[in-house]
Each structure stands twice: as C-alpha cells, then as structure tokens.
C-alpha cells in the first residue's frame, strides 16, 4: 500500500491522540523520539501502548510508531512497550543499515512473543540524518524484506555539519544531494521514497511547492508534521485525471501493438520507460488506503 500522507503525533500528548484520523492522513506516525521530552519518554511509551490497544485505534488508518534511534539506548525499550499492540510498522530514525539489520533481529522475537505474524511489523527507514546514513543510503537492498520506504530528514543531519539546512530559496546543495540520494537508494532496494517532513506548518505554499517537487523526482507521499498539511499532501501527491489518462493510453497502447518498442501519441515519441512510468502511475493511484470518514 502505497501512502501519500502521513501524520506524526506525539506520543504524550493525550490530546492529539483522541482522533488523530478526523485530519485525513493516509497514516499516522505516533512519535517517541523528537516529539517527546527526555524526561516523558516513559510516560510517553505508556500512552501509545495504551491507543494501540484499544478497540478500533487510529480509526482504521495504518498506525506507525517512530521509536528512539537504535544507537541511543531507548529502543528496546519503546519496542517492548508497543509491539503489544502490534502497530502497522515501525519508523527508524537516524537509520543506517546496520541499525536496520539490528532493529530486524528484535522486531522478530518481540512478534515470537506476543504470536504475531513473523515479518509482519514494516520498517520506513530515516535515512540521511547522518553523515555515515547519507554514503550508505545505496546498501539497503536485501537487509531486510520489512523495509517498506525509505525518508530523509534534513535538521538531525544539518546538526551533525554544524550547518543550515534551508534559507530563504529553499535547502542548501548538500541537503539537495542527500535528498536525491534517498530516492535512488529507494529505486536501488525496491522501496517507496516518502518525502521528508517541512517544518513550515502555516506557510502552506511552502508545503505545496516541496511536494511537488519531490513527486516530480519520485516521492510517492510526504511525512506531515502538522494537521494542516496534510490536505496538501494528499492533493499533490494523487495523480489527476490528466495523468491517469495519458498512463492508459500508454498502457493501451502497448497492449496493443505488443510487438512495438516505440509509439508515437499526440505527436511524442513514448518509448518501454514510459510505458514503466504509466505502469506505477496507475499502480500508485490504485494502491492507496480508503479515504478516512
């Protein structure tokens, strides 16, 4: 399933975890890490393992719990505290795959002792907060069948340079680099690439103006950190009639003249590429979660 939105939610926060689905997003991400103060992190696994429980959580909506990075020495104990309630999946921050391989091992005996289904627990990796995740964000393939996509976040790593990730005209060339990193090294595993959260949450032609970038180099969703993007999210990352029609066409006519390596329409030469390219299109617009509501 594909998802072009989803919506983090702090996992203390009793409040915006009474009805985080009235706002629309494809998914929700319960967050034990930035979101949460060092001191609520115990209180914090509590109230997620608590809504993960409970009848009829997230209102039918995938539920993903970004837990604390492998090497910070919480996350063992956040995936005790949820994989109880057997979430959708599980978001790695600062992930490089050696923390994948790792985070793989444990979600595998948490599943063994609660009778999950072994494998079932997904893992979208966060994979450009470090330096070391930015070289590595090629090696993903094969390290584990859990991975569902690959993301990026721009604050943790600009933290590790000493830098600033964005000014006025948008993310600087080294956060542009790791950016397009991420969504090779989702192609080379096989995984989707979900566009890294904006920080502006009022300013939401900011928001738009990212979205459409990302899905213009091959995104298929965004991570929303406020309820108010995610109307945006959605929007730009659904295929519009325009383009769902050209990919049947394409597809259509492939079909039938099977025996053709290039056709032309509307006057444009459409070759096997864009015959794959029509093909997700229509794979994208067909695999995504029922509308909430």
């Excluded at 600033?164 to 600087?172: C, I, K, L, N, T």
């Excluded at 995610?230 to 066409?249: H, K, Q």
């Excluded at 070759?271 to 997700?280: N, Q, S």
Aim: charged fraction near 25%; include cysteine; hydrophobic fraction near 45%.
């Amino acid at each position: 399933m594909r998802l072009r939105s989803l919506l983090f939610v702090p996992g203390d926060n009793e409040t915006k975890l009474a009805d985080p689905a009235r706002h629309g997003a494809d998914a929700l991400i319960l967050d034990l890490e930035d979101a949460v103060a060092p001191a609520r992190k115990a209180a914090a696994r509590r109230r997620v393992h608590d809504f993960l429980v409970q009848e009829g959580r997230g209102g039918g909506l995938p539920v993903y719990v970004r837990i604390n990075a492998m090497q910070s020495g919480e996350a063992v104990a956040d995936l005790a505290a949820v994989m109880p309630g057997r979430p959708e999946g599980i978001v790695l921050p600062k992930c490089e795959p050696q923390q994948l391989r790792a985070l793989d091992a444990h979600l595998l005996r948490f599943e063994m002792q609660h009778g999950a289904m072994a494998g079932g627990a997904r893992v979208i990796a966060l994979a450009t907060e470090t330096p070391t995740g930015v070289f590595e964000v090629g090696q993903y393939g094969g390290v584990s069948e859990r991975l569902q996509a690959l993301s990026w976040g721009s604050e943790d790593l600009a933290a590790a340079l000493g830098a600033v990730s964005r000014g006025a005209d948008g993310y600087e060339e080294i956060f542009r680099m790791a950016i397009g990193l991420c969504a090779l090294g989702a192609a080379a595993a096989g995984v989707d690439a979900i566009d890294g959260a904006c920080m502006e949450y009022r300013d939401l032609a900011v928001v738009e103006r990212e979205c459409r970038i990302a899905r213009r180099n091959g995104f298929v969703g965004k991570l929303a950190i406020h309820p108010a993007q995610v109307p945006v999210i959605n929007a730009a990352f659904t295929p519009s009639e325009a383009e769902l029609a050209w990919a049947r066409r394409v597809v259509d006519a492939f079909r039938d003249q099977p025996e053709l390596g290039v056709i032309g329409i509307d006057g444009k030469v459409i070759d096997r590429p864009h015959l794959r390219l029509a093909e997700r299109l229509l794979s994208t617009s067909a695999n995504r979660p029922p509308a909430a509501g």
